[in-house]
C-alpha cells in the first residue's frame, strides 16, 4: 500500500542482537496492528497500538507508536531463532478497511 | 498489474441469500487465504489453501465454504448469510515463507 511504508524489507540478525522494523505513514493512524506470519497459517497477530505514544511489549517484542501517531516501530531484543520470520503490520487510516505495509523478512543466524 | 483481485469491493445483500466473493492473484503463489476483519479491524484467518490442500479454521461456519478452481483463484461462497457476516473480506496469497500479499478487500453489508 502506498499509504503505508514498512522498513527495511528484509533483514539478517545475529542471534543474540537486537533489530527494529518501522511502518510509517502520511496519514494519521487511528490503530496499528502488527502480525507475524506463519506460513501456511497464516497472520498470527502480535500487538495493537492506538494512543500517541503508546508502548507495548510481549516477552521479547516491544512496539511502539508515535506521539504524532504517524510511525509505529517494532523491536526484537536478544533475537531469537524464533524470532525468525515475516512481520507485517496493518493500519486503521480511519477507513472501513485496514492498509497493509508491505511485510518484513527477519533472518536469525545462529 | 494487479497482484491480488478480489471482486465485488462491496457487496449488499439480504439476510438468507447466498453469495460468492471472487479472488485471483497473478503471482504464481502456491497459497491463498481468506481473512475476515472484526469490527475492532482485527484480522482472523478463516482458510488457508496450499496447493490443493485446504486448511480450515475450526472457528469458521459451515456455511462457508472456500473453492478453488485453480492456483490462481480461491473463491468463497457464503450460504444463508447472516447480520453477523457483515464484514470485511481479505484474501493473500503468499509463495513458500515469504510476504504475503492482499487484495483490497471486499465489504460485505448484510441487511
Known amino acids: 500500500s502506498q499509504e503505508l511504508e514498512q522498513s527495511p524489507q528484509s533483514l539478517i540478525v545475529q542471534e543474540g542482537k537486537n533489530l527494529t522494523i518501522n511502518c510509517t505513514s502520511s496519514?494519521?493512524?487511528?490503530?496499528l496492528y502488527w502480525y507475524k506470519q506463519k506460513y501456511g497459517e497464516g497472520l498470527i497477530f502480535l500487538m495493537m497500538?492506538?494512543?500517541?505514544?503508546e508502548e507495548k511489549s510481549h516477552e521479547k517484542i516491544t512496539a511502539k507508536l508515535d506521539e504524532k501517531k504517524q510511525q509505529s516501530s517494532l523491536h526484537i531484543t536478544a533475537s531469537q531463532p524464533s524470532h525468525a520470520g515475516i512481520y507485517l503490520c496493518?493500519?486503521?487510516?480511519?477507513?472501513?478497511?485496514?492498509?497493509f505495509g508491505a511485510g518484513t523478512t527477519v533472518t536469525v543466524r545462529a | 498489474d494487479t497482484a491480488v483481485s478480489q471482486t465485488p469491493k462491496y457487496l449488499v445483500t439480504q439476510m438468507g441469500n447466498d453469495k460468492s466473493i471472487k479472488c485471483e492473484q497473478n503471482?504464481?503463489?502456491?497459497?491463498m487465504y481468506w481473512y475476515k476483519q472484526d469490527s475492532k479491524k482485527f484480522l482472523k484467518i478463516m482458510f488457508s489453501?496450499?496447493?490443493?490442500?485446504?486448511?480450515i479454521n475450526e472457528t469458521v461456519p459451515n456455511r462457508f465454504s472456500p473453492k478453488s478452481p485453480d492456483k490462481a483463484h480461491l473463491n468463497l461462497h457464503i450460504n444463508s448469510l447472516e447480520l453477523g457476516d457483515s464484514a470485511v473480506y481479505f484474501c493473500?496469497?503468499?509463495?513458500?515463507?515469504?510476504?504475503?500479499?492482499f487484495g483490497p478487500g471486499t465489504r460485505l453489508t448484510v441487511t
Open positions: 497500538l492506538q494512543k500517541g505514544g
Open positions: 496493518g493500519a486503521d487510516l480511519n477507513d472501513y478497511k485496514l492498509s
Open positions: 496519514k494519521t493512524l487511528y490503530g
Open positions: 489453501y496450499n496447493n490443493k490442500e485446504l486448511i
Open positions: 503471482l504464481g503463489h502456491d497459497t
Open positions: 493473500a496469497s503468499s509463495q513458500g515463507h515469504r510476504d504475503s500479499y
